[in-house]
C-alpha cells in the first residue's frame, strides 16, 4: 500500500505560480512511477504529467507542456507539480497518482490516488 497526501493548492491570478506537492508513505516510494492528474467540475479526469521512478523521464500533456514541471525528490518519498504562468482553464482539482512500473498517461493504470487538492486560478 502507498498512501499519498497533496498539499499546495489554492486560489491564483492568472499568470501566477503554484507548487504542488504530493508526499507518499509505504511502500517504496522509489519504485513507483507518480502522475498528476485534474478534473475540472463537470468534466473527466484528465493527465497532466508523470515521472518514472528514477525521474529522468517526464510526460507532460499538452496543455500544460511549457508551464509545468513535475520533479521527484526520492529521498524525502515527495512529488512536486510547479505550474506557471496558470490559466483559469487550469482551475480543478489536482490529484497525484502511483503505480509500481512505468509512468503512464492513463488514469486506469494507476493503483493509488491522493484526496486531491484545490487551484483556482482567477482572470
Known amino acids: 500500500q502507498v498512501q499519498l497526501v497533496e498539499s499546495g493548492g489554492g486560489l491564483v491570478q492568472a499568470g501566477g505560480s503554484l507548487r504542488l506537492s504530493c508526499a507518499a508513505s509505504?511502500?517504496?516510494?522509489?519504485?513507483?512511477?507518480m502522475g498528476w492528474f485534474r478534473q475540472a467540475p463537470g468534466k473527466e479526469r484528465e493527465f497532466v504529467a508523470a515521472i518514472v521512478w528514477r525521474g529522468e523521464s517526464t510526460t507532460y500533456a499538452d496543455s500544460v507542456k511549457g508551464r509545468f514541471t513535475i520533479s521527484r525528490d526520492n529521498a524525502k518519498d515527495t512529488v512536486y507539480l510547479q505550474m506557471n504562468s496558470l490559466k483559469p482553464e487550469d482551475t480543478a482539482v489536482y490529484y497525484c497518482?502511483?503505480?509500481?512500473?512505468?509512468?503512464?498517461?492513463?488514469?486506469?493504470?494507476?493503483?493509488?490516488w491522493g484526496q486531491g487538492t484545490q487551484v483556482s486560478v482567477s482572470s
Open positions: 497518482a502511483a503505480r509500481y512500473g512505468g509512468a503512464s498517461v492513463s488514469s486506469r493504470v494507476y493503483a493509488y
Open positions: 509505504g511502500r517504496t516510494f522509489s519504485s513507483y512511477a
